[in-house]
């Protein structure tokens, strides 16, 4: 056998997304801000139920689900650029080839939201399925939660009502922001329904975003005190 051609051969692509699955679960076990592999998980599943019901690429989309945060901007001082080398090494490492890699690399650079004011276009279906996805979990019940969760993570006020939401025209004006937690339903969370990539996405986002509507006019009546 040619063991030299062998070790240059491209991964099969089901081998690929398992071993890149067994990589990231390793990586994000444990991380409790909101982004821990659950999260990962949730993006994963959602990413490939769009992807098949808008006829995307499967296995890219999978990849670019399972990599989207694998170096989020929040732990890296706000750099964008760490995400797409760090899935292009883990990438390479596990066999990739270079068309899949480059493919994968355009998702994990469209995914993130980076404030109201700034467009996130996509450039591939899979981007979209992807971005989708990810939006989806961070709205409905999950989102809720893991919004109060990012919340407490870093110290920050529930709710202030002397505090009112900013329109974020920049990334930096977005992530440097350290407001209380409700004015992320405003600034990001009640937005994210008309801003879905693909039906697939917008038909979910509607449920999700009619829950949240519901559950902030509850959470500002029992604010006053005047809930039923
Ligand atoms: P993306 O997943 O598009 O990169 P973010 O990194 O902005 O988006 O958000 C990831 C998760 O953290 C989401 O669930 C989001 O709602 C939550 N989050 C981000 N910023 C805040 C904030 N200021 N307050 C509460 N939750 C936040
Ligand atoms: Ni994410």
Not at 113 to 122: D, H, R, W
Request: negative net charge.
């Amino acid at each position: 056998m040619d063991l030299k051609h062998n070790v240059m051969q491209a991964a099969d692509p089901t081998e690929l997304i398992r071993s890149v699955e067994r990589e990231v679960k390793e990586r994000f076990q444990g991380e409790g801000s909101g982004h821990d592999w659950w999260h990962i998980y949730r993006v994963y599943q959602m990413a490939q139920r769009i992807a098949k019901a808008e006829g995307a690429d499967v296995h890219i989309t999978s990849l670019g689900a399972l990599l989207h945060d694998i170096a989020d901007h929040k732990f890296h001082g706000g750099d964008l650029t760490v995400g797409a080398l760090e899935t292009d090494r883990l990438l390479r490492a596990n066999r990739a080839d270079d068309a899949t890699i480059e493919r994968v690399v355009r998702i994990v650079n469209e995914v993130t939201f980076k404030g109201a004011g700034v467009e996130t276009p996509v450039s591939s279906l899979e981007a979209a399925c992807v971005q989708d996805a990810d939006r989806l979990d961070a709205i409905g019940a999950v989102g809720i939660a893991r919004a109060f969760a990012y919340g407490g993570a870093k110290g920050r006020l529930l709710f202030d009502p002397d505090c009112p939401p900013v329109w974020h025209d920049s990334f930096e004006a977005y992530a440097g922001d350290k407001g209380a937690t409700i004015n992320h339903f405003h600034e990001k969370l009640l937005l994210l329904k008309d801003r879905m990539q693909t039906n697939t996405g917008r038909q979910i986002a509607l449920s999700r975003h009619r829950f949240m509507e519901e559950y902030m006019t509850q959470f500002h009546h029992e604010w006053e005190g005047d809930d039923a």
